[in-house]
Structure formats: C-alpha cells, structure tokens
C-alpha cells in the first residue's frame, strides 16, 4: 500500500510499503477515506519530537470503512463507517474507568514522560506519534491496523453526513471542545483564544456552542483572521503588529481580563538544528511566549485552559503571576472517545459546523508536499 513515511528531519516520503494485518482478536483493519494533517505533525516533521525511526508511518486524525475485524470485536462490523481517535485506549484500567481515556496505563509499553521516561507511566498509545506513545502506524495511508477496536473507533451511521463534517472527531474538534470545558466556558463568558489554527478555530466554534458572549482571537495568519471574524464573530488581534494583546484585551473587559484564556498554540513547531539536537537528548523546550500571554490576559480567579502540545521546558514562566492572581491551569492530552457521540450528535442538529475550516485536499500521493 501507499503511506506517508518518516525519515529525518524535514523529509518525509510517500513510499509503497507491506500491508498492515491484524494482529490481536479486538484488532480491526480499516480502510483509510480520508485523513488530516495535525498542527502536531510539524513537531515531528521539524525534528521537534524525540522518538521517531525512519520509515515510521505517519497520522493520527483518519477515518474509513472496516475492511475486516478480529474475533474479538462485538461493536463493528465490516463495512461500517468509522472515526478512529488519535488516542489508543484499553477501556477498564484505573485511567479509563474514570473516562480519562488519554491516560490509559495499559495501551502504550513506553515508559515514562518525553522529559522523564523513569519517573511516570507513558499515557495512552497514539497512531503515528512516535514510540514514545507505541510506535504504532498512523492513518495518512491507504490502510491501517486499529487495536482496541472496541473501546476506539465511532461508527458514523447517517450516510447522509459528509467525511469532512465528521472527520475532525478523530482529534482537533474534541480538543478543542475539551479545552473549553476545562475553561468553564458557558452563557456570557468573555473568552480569548490564542491561535487560530484548526484547534483554536474548534475552541472558538464550541466556546460559541456553549455560549460564550465575547470572543478574542489572536493569531499573526491574516487569512486566519479573517476566518475568525466571518466565522465566529471573533474580536481579532495581529501578534505580528500589536506588542502586548494581552493589554488590549484588558482594555476591553473594564480592567479585568477575560473569564478564560486558550492557548491553543503550545510549543513552536519551528526549530533550529540545534534545538533539534536538543529534542534527541530530551531537552526541547518553548519560548512560553504564548502562555505568558495566556495568563497576562485572564482576569482575576479565572482559567488558563492549554490544549496546545507542550513538551519539555517552558523560558520564563510566570507561575508567580498566575499565583498571585489563582489562576487555573488546565491541559493535558483529550479524552476523545468520551467526547465523540455528543460532538457528533450536534453536528448531525447542525449545531456545530466545522468543514468551513477545510481549505486544501489534497490526494495521498501530494501529502509530502502537504
């Protein structure tokens, strides 16, 4: 078959390789119809994730028919049509049963963090995302091996919806909506969200579902912005011309700052060689500029909600300013089979649309060059 395949820094390769095959009873072979290139994936593409080995299959937000299932699988059949989490989940250890699905302890035999591989467990395995999360083979191919398959997979029955109204399930629409509810956002919140790539641009759509009165966005893609405004009625901010959104935006909430910042952006997908060559011993780190923001921007007793990967080292971290004002800090991986069936539900109502945000398709053989 046809995958996208890792090899280096910067090089990435479109290379006929085996086919997978099922390997445990609750294992299922999917048929890839469409998949998506994740913010994250540039992490790995600029060297910035430790981790990775030439000819590693890329991918981690697809979708697809079921080719063919284990004897273990009692949820799906072949020829159903599914959305398959980024995230590999167990289902029944300690993390799952309190339906914290991204800390699953059973799925994934790495060890430890990307900082500390001795001191904690690996969270929950991840397609296409390094073997520090498994080393499993991700989605941007023709076909793909799922474990798990009856805790992961969402079977999309109405033939009716479009694979780009139900693809982003797979990842950036529940990260986006958890990032929200880690915000507390409800009727009348003043929310600011910094970037406006797809997550911060699902945070914005899901802060407005749930009902959110004021809404800043902050980004430095004019085409971005634009979106932002024509979409969600966004208040947009230029980090490229204004110095200090956060000012501006305490300008416009009566001195107070917002109800919750989103920093959807999290470390810089950008890097040297040598912050590469950091990366290889562990050392990565961010410049923290986006989350200094983040808290500057949110008013007194409010929340800083973080759905941006971070990883490693953050310069200059405010902890003395989120303290003195209690902010909460909230983020960590989504737990995105518990937030499916209920995103799914509004997009089916028309409550949620999220394919606006669709600007290029591109066919498997271009995806290097996406």
Partial sequence: MKALTYHGRRDVRVESVPEPH???EDDLLLRVTATAICGSDLHIYRGRLPGMRSGDILGHEFMGIVEEVGPGVTRLERGDRVVVPFTISCGDCFFCTRRLLAACERSNDGRGTLMNRKRTRSGAAMFGYSHLYGGHAGGQAEYVRVPRANVGPLRIADSTLRDEQV??????LPTGYQACLNARIGPGSTVAIFGAGPVGMMAAACARWLGAQRLFMIDED???LAHARETCGATTLDFASVD?????????TDGRGVDASIDAVGFEAKGSAI????????????SGAVL?????ATRRGGVVSVPGVYAGFIHAFLFGDAFEKGLTLVGGQTHVQALMPVLLEAIASGGLVVDTLVSHRLPLSEAAAG
């Fill in 292 to 296: 200094r923001q983040a808290i500057a």
């Fill in 275 to 286: 912050e590469s060559a950091l990366t290889r011993l562990r050392l990565q780190g961010s």
């Fill in 244 to 252: 200090d959104p956060a000012d501006l935006i305490i300008g416009e």
């Fill in 167 to 172: 693809l982003f399930l797979s990842d950036i």
């Fill in 22 to 24: 099922l390997l445990a």
């Fill in 222 to 224: 004019p085409r971005r």
